[in-house]
């Protein structure tokens, strides 16, 4: 699973502040996949892929890497 980058960010390393942010913060999947810092998903054409596992955060989307042509 890959995991919030602006909770991340803002926790500066903290797996017990991590923790506490995901419960609290509601992250679009804009931001859970790294902000500016994401890619445009092929699929559902939003920034949601995730900077450092490659997947796409958006809910709705059924985006695959594997399935790159």
Known sequence: MA??????????G???RYAELIKIN?????EQAG?????HCP???KKT?????QRCMNPDCVYNPEEII
Do not use: F, N
């Open 3 to 12: 995991s919030c980058e602006k909770c991340w960010r803002e926790a500066g």
């Open 14 to 16: 903290s797996a017990e």
């Open 26 to 30: 509601g992250c679009s999947p804009e």
């Open 35 to 39: 902000g500016v810092d994401a890619k």
């Open 43 to 45: 699929k559902c054409k």
């Open 49 to 53: 892929v995730h900077v450092y596992v």
